[in-house]
C-alpha cells in the first residue's frame, strides 16, 4: 500500500473498510477520492469523512470529489464545521507516560526515607522537577520535611493523564476547568475539523462513468454513442481565451493623445517618411550648418544616395494632407531655398543672420529625422499658398544618435503640435498649454526660459505629476522665429506656437515602466503587450 492510499485509507475511518479499500487499484490519483466515496455508499447510507485524515492534502480534494459526484447528482453532502481538541506533542508525550506530578510522585513514594530534594532533577529531569514538583506539592501528594522529600499517601490518580487521554479518544473535554488548565499548559490545542456527511443523490451508482464530451465521427460509426453518457453543457463556464492581435501601449496612448487632438480642433500632418534633408530638418529651422545637433554623434546620415534634390513639392494632392492646406497657388521652392540661404548666410527679413559661408551640400544630405519638426516646417511652408488659422499635430518616430539606456532608445516617438494665428503671444501659448496638458490629467505647469534655434521665446514644459509626486520635465515649445516663417513667405503678422513631447514618457509612466527597453524592442513581453487594458490619460 502506497502512501497515497494510505490518506485515502485513513480517510474512510471505519475499520470495516479497511479490507475493502485495500484491494482498490492503488494507481488511483490521491486527488480522486470518487471511488471510494461511492464505494462507501454502498455499504452505509450516510458516511462521514474527515478533513483531518489528509494532513498533507487538506478538505479541498475531498470537497473536490464530492462536488464532482454531486454535479451529476451521484451523491448529496453537507458540510459540518466542528471545532475538536487536540494534543499538542508534550500532550502525547504525557498521555503516554505520565504528567510531571505522577513522575515526581513516582520517585517520592519509591524512597521510603525521603528524598533530597537536590537529588531530584537528576532522576526525573530539570523540567519534570520543576513543574512536577509544585504540581505534587499543591495536589497534596508530596511534603518538604527540612531537606527531604515525602510521599503523603500510597497511590495516586494522575488526572492530567486521564484528561489527556479521553481528548486523544473523543476529541472533546467535559470537564471545562481541566480543559482550560490543559489549554493554558499548551498541552492540548483548540482546532477547525470538516467532517463531509454524504449520502446517495438520484443518480447514484457504484462506478463513476466516463461522459464523454464530444460526439465523434468514431462513435457514430461504431454506434457507440448510443449506450454513451454525454457531459451536460456547462453553459457558465468561460471560453477557453482566443488569439486576437493588441495594440501595442504606445499605439493605445498615442490614440488618446489623438482624441485630445482632435477635440481641440487639430489636423493631423502626414508623417510618412523618416528620411529628410538636411534642409527640411535643420536649414528651413533656422539651425546653423555647426550646431552639434547636426554632428554624426547626434544625427544618423545615409550614406546612399548620399546626396537629396533640393526642396520640392511632394504630391499636392496628398490625401493625407490637411484639408486647410489645399491651395491651388503654386508655391516657389527655389525661392524659399534662396530666403534660407540668405537669411543664414547674410541675413535678411530684419535678422543679420550667422554670417558663415553657408553650403548647399550640407543642405542636401539625407539624415534620419531628428524631430518630427521637419514636417511641420514643410506644411507651414505650404500654408503659406494661403495664410490662415490652423492647429496640426502629428505622432510618430524619429531618430538620434543617442547611447542606449534605460530611459533612452536611438528611436522614439514624437507627439507634436503648432497652432498659427495672427496676434498671438506668448501668454497665449502658456494659457493653450495648461489647458492641453489638464486634458492628460496635468494640472500644475512650470515654464523654464530655454533655447531652440527655431523658436524664441523657447520655453520647458514641466508637469507636477501627482502619481510620482514630483515634477517631471514634459515638453518643449516656444514661437518659431522670423527668420523661418518669413523665408518661407508667411505673412510678419503671423505668429506659430510650437511643441513637442515624448510618446514614451506618458506611456511609461503610465503603464509603470521603468526600462523603456521594456516596452520597445527585442526584450518586450508579449504577454504584458496583450494583456494590459487600454489606459486612460486622465487617471494617474
Ligand atoms: N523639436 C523640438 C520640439 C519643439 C517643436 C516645436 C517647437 C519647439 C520645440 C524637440 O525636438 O524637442
Do not use: C
Not at 526642396?311 to 493625407?320: I, Q, V
Not at 543679420?352 to 511641420?376: C, F, K, M, Q
Not at 500654408?383 to 544618435?401: E, G, K, Q, W
Not at 503671444?425 to 490629467?441: D, P, S
Amino acid at each position: 500500500m502506497n502512501t497515497i492510499w494510505k490518506y485515502q485509507f485513513d480517510l474512510l475511518m471505519y475499520d470495516r473498510w479497511r479490507g475493502q479499500t485495500a484491494e482498490v487499484d492503488t494507481a488511483v490519483m490521491a486527488s480522486d477520492l470518487t471511488k471510494p466515496v461511492l464505494d462507501a455508499l454502498s455499504e452505509s447510507d450516510a458516511p462521514l469523512l474527515s478533513s483531518d485524515a489528509f494532513p498533507s492534502d487538506p478538505s479541498a480534494t475531498v470537497k473536490a470529489a464530492l462536488d464532482r459526484l454531486e454535479s451529476r447528482d451521484m451523491v448529496k453532502y453537507e458540510a459540518i464545521n466542528t471545532e475538536v481538541l487536540t494534543l499538542t506533542a508534550e500532550g502525547e508525550e504525557i498521555a503516554a507516560n505520565g504528567s510531571h506530578e505522577a513522575k515526581v510522585f513516582a520517585v517520592v513514594v519509591a524512597a521510603m526515607d525521603g528524598l533530597k530534594i537536590t537529588e531530584l532533577p537528576g532522576i526525573v529531569g530539570k523540567d519534570n522537577a520543576k513543574v512536577g514538583q509544585g504540581n505534587a506539592f499543591k495536589r497534596g501528594w508530596i511534603k518538604k520535611d527540612n531537606d527531604l522529600l515525602r510521599a503523603t499517601t500510597d497511590s495516586i490518580v494522575d488526572e492530567t493523564q486521564q484528561h489527556l487521554l479521553t481528548v486523544q479518544k473523543t476529541k472533546t473535554l467535559a470537564d471545562n476547568k481541566a480543559m482550560q488548565d490543559l489549554k493554558r499548559r499548551k498541552l492540548i490545542v483548540l482546532s477547525k475539523e470538516i467532517t463531509y456527511k454524504f449520502s446517495k443523490g438520484p443518480k447514484y451508482a457504484r462506478e463513476l462513468v466516463k461522459e464523454e464530451t464530444d460526439l465523434t465521427p468514431e462513435m457514430i460509426a461504431s454506434g457507440s454513442w448510443k449506450t454513451a453518457h454525454f457531459k451536460p453543457y456547462n453553459f457558465n463556464a468561460k471560453g477557453a481565451p482566443t488569439t486576437a492581435g493588441t495594440l501595442h501601449p504606445l499605439n493605445k496612448v498615442r490614440q488618446e493623445f489623438r482624441n485630445i487632438f482632435f477635440e481641440m480642433g487639430f489636423e493631423e500632418m502626414p508623417t510618412n517618411r523618416f528620411v529628410e534633408t538636411g534642409f527640411w530638418n535643420f536649414d528651413a529651422l533656422f539651425v546653423p550648418q555647426q550646431h552639434p545637433a547636426r554632428d554624426l554623434q547626434d544625427t544618423f546620415y545615409i550614406s546612399d544616395p548620399l546626396k537629396a534634390d533640393g526642396p520640392r513639392e511632394d504630391d499636392p494632392n496628398d490625401p493625407h494632407l490637411p484639408k486647410s492646406l489645399k491651395s491651388d497657388k503654386p508655391l516657389d521652392y527655389q525661392q524659399y531655398w534662396d530666403n534660407v540661404k540668405e537669411v543664414h548666410q547674410d541675413g535678411k527679413f530684419g535678422s543679420i543672420g550667422y554670417r558663415y559661408p553657408w553650403n548647399a551640400d550640407e543642405s542636401l544630405r539625407l539624415v534620419l529625422r531628428t524631430h518630427t519638426t521637419s514636417i511641420s516646417t514643410y506644411m507651414l511652408h505650404k500654408l503659406a499658398a494661403n495664410p490662415r488659422p490652423v492647429r496640426y499635430f502629428s505622432i510618430d518616430r524619429v531618430f538620434r544618435n543617442e547611447a542606449v539606456d534605460a530611459t533612452h532608445l536611438a528611436e522614439f516617438h514624437q507627439i507634436e503640435g503648432v497652432i498659427a494665428d495672427f496676434g498671438l503671444t506668448l501668454g497665449g501659448l502658456i494659457g493653450f498649454m495648461e489647458v492641453f496638458f489638464a486634458k492628460m490629467g496635468i494640472h500644475q505647469l512650470r515654464f523654464k526660459p530655454a533655447y531652440n534655434p527655431y523658436t524664441e521665446p523657447s520655453m520647458e514644459i514641466f508637469g507636477y505629476h501627482e502619481g510620482l509626486g514630483k515634477w517631471v520635465e514634459i515638453g518643449n515649445s516656444g514661437m518659431f522665429r522670423p527668420e523661418m516663417l518669413e523665408a518661407m513667405g508667411l505673412p510678419k503678422n503671423m505668429r506659430v506656437y510650437g511643441w513637442g513631447l515624448s510618446l514614451e514618457r506618458p506611456t511609461m509612466i503610465k503603464y509603470g515602466v521603468s526600462n523603456i527597453r521594456e516596452l520597445l524592442g527585442h526584450k518586450v513581453d508579449l504577454n504584458f503587450i496583450e494583456t494590459n487594458p487600454a489606459v486612460r490619460l486622465e487617471k494617474d
